[in-house]
Every structure is written in structure tokens, then in C-alpha cells.
């Protein structure tokens, strides 16, 4: 029998050998142009560490200036224009314009916001060119270029556009008041319509004033009322003599706590 002959080797892939034992070091990427590191942990911490220096940022910049807080919100007063975060202004003025809003509602805020942002979205597919180089990736720095200045563009425009006074009268904090609800005035006062500009508590609006504590007379009031001032037009109170009345006497009388 010759030496050897008939035997067998069997290898156990559970036991691990010497390569296995090795620190976890990370694979030479020189061969490859364009990366000269592992993803893990190197680029990925990298990443990390920019992130939390913006994070930090950040929360420093809502310490400093707190987000200012506005009044109740009151679903009886149709004179108020809500807002979006800056963030939202570029979608915010999009709708602003007749091909996206009205009838297009649609087209405005689903339409073209969602092939804007699908498009991004599939650009790292479409676009698969190993170059780091912006010139060597035309289509991908193109769209993004594109993406900014739109976005930009949009926000400036609703920031420059927005009417900023009105905007903090209409949010400003108000002292509340002691309406009686039940009182025939009350009645009067929501059935003529007052009650959309000046608000379920009388605290006004962005194009109308309060009524708590005006200091005026009934009869002032109900001269008001017909003859109108300011903003108000003249015969909006389309009541009776007695409703007038009761209005006036209410408004007269109306106190903030």
C-alpha cells in the first residue's frame, strides 16, 4: 500500500483559522480609483460627526430665539392667514399661482411636488457614474442645481410677498374675555355676521379691531355699525332697529378679564 493512499481530509468550516482571528481592519480601497476608504467605520463617522455639529448648532439657534407663540386659534375668525414654517414657503407660494391652485389644487400639491422630489429620489439610479468630479456628473448636479434654485427662488418670493405686519396683529396674544355667550347681544352679534371678523371673543382679527374695552357709548357703537368706519363698510348691519339695539348695548359693555 502505498503512503497516503486511501486517506481522506475533511474539512470543518466551524472552526476558524488564523485569517479569522485577524483585527477588523478595514480593506485596502487604493486599487480603486475614487475611493480611498471603507464605507465602515471611517466615511460613516465622518458623516456622524458633521451631522452632530449641525445638530448642535441647531439647538443652540432654538435656545437663543424661541419660536414666538401666537394667540388661541379661533375657527370663527375667517381673517386669518395661516402661515407655514419656512421650510414649507416654497410649496406655501406654489400654491399661489392659478395653474396650482384653485381647480389645479391638485397639480399644485401633489402633481408637481411629487415629481420634483421622485426625480431626486431616482437620480442616484438614473445617474450611476463612479466620478466624484461635479463636471463628470451632469445630470445628477444639474437636477440638484436645478432643485435649489427653484426651492430658493419660491421661498424668497413668499417671504418677500408676505404681508409681515398684519401677520403678527392677527397672532398677537390678547387678554381674554368675559363674553356672555347666552345674552341676547351675543345672539345679535353672531347672527349679523360680526362674529367672522371680530372673532368668537371679541378679540378682532388681522383686518378688523377688538371690541373689549373700546370705552365707546352705545349710541357711538350703533353709528358705527351702520354708517361704518376704518375697514368697515358702510350698512353690514342689516338688522332691526331693536337688534341694533341689543348689539350696542353689548359691545358697550364688553370687558376683557
Known sequence: MQRG???????????????HRKPNIPKDYSEYPGKTEAFWPNFLLKEWMVGAVFLVGYLCLTVAHPSPLERIADPTDTAYIPLPD?????????????????????IGALVIPGLAFGALMLAPFIDR???RRPAKRPFAVGFMLLAIAAIFFLTWESASTHDWEAAKKQGEIVAESSVDKESEGYKVFNASGCISCHGAELTGGASAPT????????????????EGQGAMPAGMFKGSDEDLEKLAEFISNAKSE
Open 86 to 106: 419656512w421650510y414649507f414657503l416654497f410649496l406655501y407660494q406654489l400654491l399661489k399661482y392659478t395653474y396650482a391652485s384653485g381647480p389645479y389644487n391638485v
Open 129 to 131: 457614474g463612479p466620478h
Open 211 to 226: 371690541l373689549l374695552d373700546t370705552g365707546l357709548t352705545p349710541e357711538e357703537v350703533a353709528k358705527i355699525a351702520k
Open 5 to 19: 493512499k486511501g486517506m481522506k481530509f475533511v474539512g470543518d468550516s466551524r472552526i476558524k483559522t488564523a485569517e
